[in-house]
Nanobody, 124 residues
Framework: QVQLVESGGGLVQAGGSLRLSCKASGGIFRINTMGWHRQAPGKQREMVAAISSGGSTNYADSVKGRFTISRDNAKNTVYLQMNSLKPEDTAVYYC??????????????????WGQGTQVTVSS
């Protein structure tokens, strides 16, 4: 079974930095897009940043210039470097990956997988 395990959340003061990591494992043939979403209390989940297997990136307007997404394909891991954090960045951050499972001649269609979420709290 595919698992996405996140780490790196926590409490930080406004203006500070945090780095989130998410490692995918379990019967993976290929990972297409990886990314981060977040959900604040009372709000809908929103895309924060995404990165293709080739390294192309996409960011929400609210985080451009402050957050940087990267990935290590050899480690099936995606990172989110968050700088100049603001109280409005407070949310549960979820890792996402579009994954093709496979091995021994079997390959699945691409499926979406999510991590369990990690809390990021920015104090003013």
């Amino acid at each position: 079974q595919v698992q996405l395990v996140e780490s790196g959340g926590g409490l930080v003061q406004a203006g500070g930095s945090l780095r989130l990591s998410c490692k995918a494992s379990g019967g993976i043939f290929r990972i297409n897009t990886m990314g981060w979403h977040r959900q604040a209390p009372g709000k809908q989940r929103e895309m924060v940043a995404a990165i293709s297997s080739g390294g192309s990136t996409n960011y929400a307007d609210s985080v451009k210039g402050r957050f940087t997404i990267s990935r290590d394909n050899a480690k099936n891991t995606v990172y989110l470097q968050m700088n100049s954090l603001k109280p409005e960045d407070t949310a549960v951050y979820y890792c996402h990956a579009e994954i093709i499972r496979g091995g021994r001649g079997y390959y699945s269609s691409p499926d979406d997988y999510w991590g369990q979420g990690t809390q990021v709290t920015v104090s003013s």
